[in-house]
């Protein structure tokens, strides 16, 4: 399995932007699809983004394509996301994900392992 840790949360204003890193240790980031979800308070846990093993596939959800971008450094073994123009419903705990595959899971009982989550707060 793959160890993740996020890190990159914060407080933030409405239309800033902020940078999750999430770093992952073990032999298995390199074949591994990695995801970023998102859980509210009362809510389930969504799907925000996800890469393949090779970066050259993503996916996003509806609601951050186009302000949010997925990026992996298979030399640093870390995933990002980059959220811009943030907005008080992106309010959330951020989750990096890992499963080692050649495909692009998009739904989270797909994925093996996660992190403790980060804490986005953006207020208008």
């Known amino acids: 399995q793959v160890q993740l840790v996020e890190s990159g949360g914060g407080l933030v204003q409405a239309g800033g932007s902020l940078r999750l890193s999430c770093a992952a240790s073990?032999?298995?980031?390199?074949?591994?699809?990695m995801g970023w979800f998102r859980q509210a308070p009362g809510k389930e846990r969504e799907l925000v983004a996800t890469?393949?093993?090779?970066?050259?596939?993503?996916y996003y959800t509806a609601s951050v394509k186009g302000r949010f971008t997925i990026s992996r450094d298979t030399g640093k073994n870390t995933v990002y996301l980059q959220m811009n123009s943030l907005k008080p419903e992106d309010t959330a705990v951020y989750y990096c994900?890992?499963?080692?595959?050649?495909?692009?899971?998009?739904?989270?009982?797909?994925?093996?392992?996660w992190g403790q989550g980060t804490q986005v707060t953006v207020f208008s």
């Open positions: 890469i393949a093993w090779s970066g050259g596939l993503t």
């Open positions: 073990g032999s298995t980031f390199s074949r591994s699809a």
């Open positions: 994900a890992a499963k080692p595959s050649y495909d692009l899971p998009i739904d989270s009982a797909d994925f093996a392992s």
